[in-house]
């Protein structure tokens, strides 16, 4: 098993252009997360899908879309990238969206906007 | 409003404990969990405690949990340096919602 992967690795993008984030797993978890890492921050929750076909905000939505058509990929959408944007991206899944079920990461997308 | 918080460095010396300390202000959370994000990777769940215990121990890794004061500590003892990394530590209060500390960054050294 993979687990959970992310594509790409690295991105530069120049203010107002859009480009999608991939996340796949495949452990057949129903719940995705999308994380975004900024330092002395933490993470915070940009968007979630409980389910296949489902998507909800997180705590800070503004800026992203979210794509959960099939159960093991989840993308995120930047429309319109900002320098506000540049961050470390983590996807994340888990078997449902209980408190009991460990979230299980990717790598990281580093993504750097001019 | 939910905020949880973490110092930000630990430096210790090999072979000492480490402690790692987080306060958080939502009760109403059923687990709390400690991750570990070593230098350009994801995080990885090291343990966790659920919100009736505590005290867990799971090898060389000591979780405390007072839920009076909302402080949940990390001990690690024997310190390696392979244990050099960041620990968050988090709590989901709510459905789908795992706040995450600041993080912890712990330095070994010989």
């Known amino acids: 098993n993979a687990g959970v992967t992310q594509t790409p690795k690295f991105q530069v993008l120049k203010t107002g252009q859009s480009m999608t984030l991939q996340c796949a797993q495949d452990?057949?978890?129903?719940?995705m997360y999308w994380y975004r890492q900024d330092p002395g921050m933490g993470l915070r929750l940009i968007y979630y899908?409980?389910?296949?076909?489902?998507?909800d905000k997180g705590e800070v939505p503004d800026g992203y879309n979210v794509s959960r058509l099939k159960k093991q990929n989840f993308l995120l959408g930047l429309e319109s990238a900002a320098p506000s944007q540049t961050s470390v991206y983590f996807c994340?899944?888990?078997?449902?969206?209980?408190?009991?079920?460990?979230?299980?990461f990717g790598p990281g997308t580093r993504l750097t906007v001019l | 409003g939910e905020d949880v918080e973490q110092s930000l460095f630990l430096s210790v010396r090999e072979g000492d404990s480490s402690v790692i300390n987080c306060t958080y202000t939502?009760?109403?959370?059923?687990?709390l969990y400690w991750y570990k994000q070593e230098p350009g990777a994801g995080l990885q769940l090291l343990t966790y405690?659920?919100?009736?215990?505590d005290m867990k121990q799971d090898q060389r890794l000591t979780v405390l949990l007072n839920k009076k004061d909302k402080h949940l500590s990390l001990r690690i003892a024997d310190t390696q340096t392979g244990d050099s990394a960041i620990y968050f530590c988090?709590?989901?209060?709510?459905?789908?919602?795992?706040?995450f500390g600041t993080g912890t960054r712990l330095q070994v050294f010989p």
């Open positions: 899908s409980a389910s296949e076909g489902t998507t």
């Open positions: 405690i659920f919100s009736n215990m």
């Open positions: 994340a899944s888990s078997y449902s969206s209980g408190s009991g079920d460990e979230q299980f």
């Open positions: 939502d009760s109403s959370s059923t687990y």
């Open positions: 452990m057949n978890h129903n719940s």
């Open positions: 988090a709590e989901i209060p709510g459905l789908s919602k795992l706040i």
